[in-house]
């Protein structure tokens, strides 16, 4: 096995508390370093009694929201199909995929050589338990099917980011649940960062960094959640989100090739991790799939899902990416990894 460290300095500090009769109060910082692309996060419990740090979801709110938007969405209803694109039939025959309730078409504002968006539900809001395995397997299978159909037109069609945003804290701009995929000739910068730390990896091991991060992780225990049809399912040792919890597959780098089994796991995989968020009071968030194509030089890399959840939805949510996130590429963890992935076990 590969080398795979867990580095971390922890720094203690000492205020007067001016809510605690300014007695004095000792806090300890913990500076983490991720083991694959050395990316730093910050954890301190403390900022769990921060003011308005996540939030509480406003239902009220969130109901007008919903039924303010579902009233000239175009994904709902007869308007999906008067309302949105459709890919010329040498590409997809009839212009779009359905599966289930899923249908992809393409984006009108694509931001990559290919890039389809796949909506998810008939549904225009879904609480996070809504997101079933079947809903999510059908999506992700449309996603793959679509991937197939461009592999076989366009060789250099290489890099595949599979991504969601669900709610506005997210970035999404319709709330209707649905999905996204990129398909480029070139990596985007995190994908690409994650290709030559593998690639690094490889050469001086001869070893997946990917495989012995599952591998030690699950020798460790400390962070590992679960193996579930080819997938390792572990809590992330220095998040670069909110409660990130990351999923490697054992063996396959290729999406397109996934078996039928691989991706209604990984939408199982998903689905209980969208429950978790849910029991803990959560309503946003924000997922990705890598991939590359088989054949593509990419030692060491495999299929590679990180999802985290945002800032809970209310008219004045505290947006969660600020500086420290956006200028100096740390995050800030309020739950221990290895707290979150023992809360996350009974639910696998």
């Known amino acids: 096995m590969g080398a795979i460290t867990f580095g971390s300095t922890a720094s203690t500090l000492a205020i007067r508390n001016p809510f605690n009769g300014f007695t004095v109060e000792e806090q300890r910082v913990e500076v983490r370093r991720d083991p694959i692309l050395g990316d730093t996060s910050i954890l301190n419990k403390y900022q769990q009694n921060k003011t308005g740090f996540s939030g509480v979801n ?37 212009g779009r995929l359905t599966r289930g309730e899923s249908t992809l078409l393409p984006n009108l504002f694509a931001l990559g050589a290919y890039h389809p968006l796949v909506v998810l539900a008939r549904a225009h809001f879904l609480e ?21 159909c461009v592999h076989r037109r366009d060789p250099g069609a290489v890099f595949t980011a599979v ?52 591998r030690e992780e699950q020798r460790l225990g400390q962070r590992f959640v ?30 397109a090739a996934l078996p ?14 969208l429950g978790f968020y849910g029991e803990l009071g959560f309503l946003s968030f924000n997922y990705t799939l890598l991939s590359v194509r088989r054949g593509t030089p990419a030692a060491g890399f495999r299929c590679f899902f990180r999802i985290v959840n945002r800032q809970n939805l209310s008219p004045a949510y505290r947006n969660d990416d600020y500086f420290l ?5 740390a995050d800030v963890v309020v739950t221990p990894p290895e707290e979150l992935a023992q809360r996350l076990r009974p639910s696998f």
């Open 163 to 214: 991504g969601a945003n669900y709610l506005p804290p997210a970035g999404a701009s319709l709330v209707h649940p649905h999905l996204q995929m990129l398909v480029t000739p070139v990596a985007y910068t995190h994908h690409e960062r994650l290709l030559q730390a593998c690639h690094r990896h490889h050469e001086q091991h001869g070893t997946s960094c990917l495989d012995d991060l599952a």
């Open 325 to 329: 996130q956006k200028l100096l590429q």
């Open 58 to 94: 406003d239902r009220d709110f969130i109901e007008r929201l919903a039924q303010k938007s579902a009233e000239t969405c175009i994904f709902c209803g007869d308007r999906l199909d008067a309302r949105t694109a459709r890919y010329p039939d040498d590409l997809i025959p009839g």
């Open 128 to 148: 996070l338990a809504g997101f079933t395995p079947a809903l999510l397997a059908d999506g992700l299978g449309a996603a793959r099917e679509f991937l197939n």
């Open 260 to 273: 039928d089994e691989s991706v209604q796991a990984l939408a199982a995989g998903i689905s209980k991790v």
């Open 226 to 255: 679960a193996h579930l049809g080819g997938w390792n399912w572990l809590t992330a040792f220095a998040p670069q989100g909110s409660n990130e919890i990351l999923a490697v597959h054992e063996a396959e780098q290729d999406f």
